[in-house]
Nanobody, 130 residues
Framework: DVQLQASGGGLVQPGGSLRLSCATS????????IGWFRQAPGKERLGVAF????????WYTNSVKGRFTISADNAKNTVYLQMNMMKVEDTAVYYC???????????????????????WGEGTLVTVSS
């Protein structure tokens, strides 16, 4: 049973930093891509960053490039999202999700559509406010 658990959300001031963690279990970590999505109130859930567990592919949405860093710890089956220079507009519920990509034999691209993700973690609320 594939499970993902997101944590690390909280309240931070503009310009501050947070690190989100996505702990996974029940999956062959190397066969999956992990993505962070976020959903602001009244808006759709959108992809923020994606990583293949081997870190051969990484993608960021334009609004977070240069501020957010996604990384994977294969030993811990955990993916992190380091968020720096945070802005008010980063306020959202953040979700991590996993998609099995082994069957693509390397022929897949980021970002992944949220409908293609196989498993989701519970969201963690990030609030950027002074």
């Amino acid at each position: 049973d594939v499970q993902l658990q997101a944590s690390g959300g909280g309240l931070v001031q503009p310009g501050g930093s947070l690190r989100l963690s996505c702990a996974t279990s029940g999956l062959a970590f190397n066969d999956y891509a992990i993505g962070w999505f976020r959903q602001a109130p009244g808006k759709e859930r959108l992809g923020v960053a994606f990583i293949s567990s081997s870190e051969t592919k990484i993608w960021y949405t334009n609004s977070v490039k240069g501020r957010f860093t996604i990384s994977a710890d294969n030993a811990k089956n955990t993916v992190y999202l380091q968020m720096n220079m945070m802005k008010v507009e980063d306020t959202a519920v953040y979700y991590c999700a996993a998609e099995e990509i082994k069957h693509y034999n390397g022929n897949y691209y980021f970002p992944r559509n949220r409908w293609s993700m196989d498993a989701w973690g519970e969201g963690t609320l990030v609030t950027v406010s002074s």
